[in-house]
């Protein structure tokens, strides 16, 4: 595991930036696993950058996300699906046609886990996996639970998770109860994680999923078991980190 602690939000950032970059200019084919959230926006903004200076070129790799919230067609101004046009999909030169999420709008939820495995594993996983972390340890919306999930599934999401969404809906009753997710499995076969934090409200749940047991109590706790995962935090989020 590698770890870099940057000063603060706009260096953990240029950080990530530069480490997607790496990896489009490594393998320009590469399968990019993406999250959604507050985290990475800063990070999607430079790549953006980059692109329109002619730095990076997004033409032959493909995007798989980690998750969609479920009841939202990929048009509705909530949905992952248009967080990720706004925020880099319509910014770079990204093929529409390889840029993958799961359907929110979906009319067999089982049907449509399925097809989002076999797509994954059609592409053979992500060459890289962008994840944020929830304030409970939660990767992509793989919540605290008895046990590891393994493939992509639709999860009833916590109560910690509804107040930390709350803030990108109207009314508390517009915020989604269920979405789609990636499982930790999925998860755990891309050949790199980049996991980024930001904030003095993730201390904790870097430091429980970094320094404590391999637990699905705390889902991100699973990282520990990948061979290649790169922590790029702030000083606020690694702030309880005692791994160096
Ligand atoms: C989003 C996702 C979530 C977020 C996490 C942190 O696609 O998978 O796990 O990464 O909830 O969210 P932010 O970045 O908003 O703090």
Redo the contacts with the bound molecule.
Sequence with gaps: MRIFREKDYDGMSRRAADILGAQLLMKPDCVLGL??????VGMYDLASGGYSRGELDFSRAATV???EYKGLAPDDPQS?HRFMREHLFSRVNLCPERCYLPDGAAPDPDAECRRYDALLDALGGPDLQV????RNG????NEPSDAFSCGTHCVRLTQS?LE?NRRFFAREEDVPRMAY?MGIRNILRAGAVLLLASGGD?AEAVHLAFDGPVTPRVPASALQLHPNVILVGDEAALRLLQRK
Excluded: E, M, R, V
């Design positions: 999250a959604t959230g507050s985290t990475p996300n980690l998750d992952y994840l944020g972390i929830g939660h990767i992509g919306f998770t930390a997710t993730k």
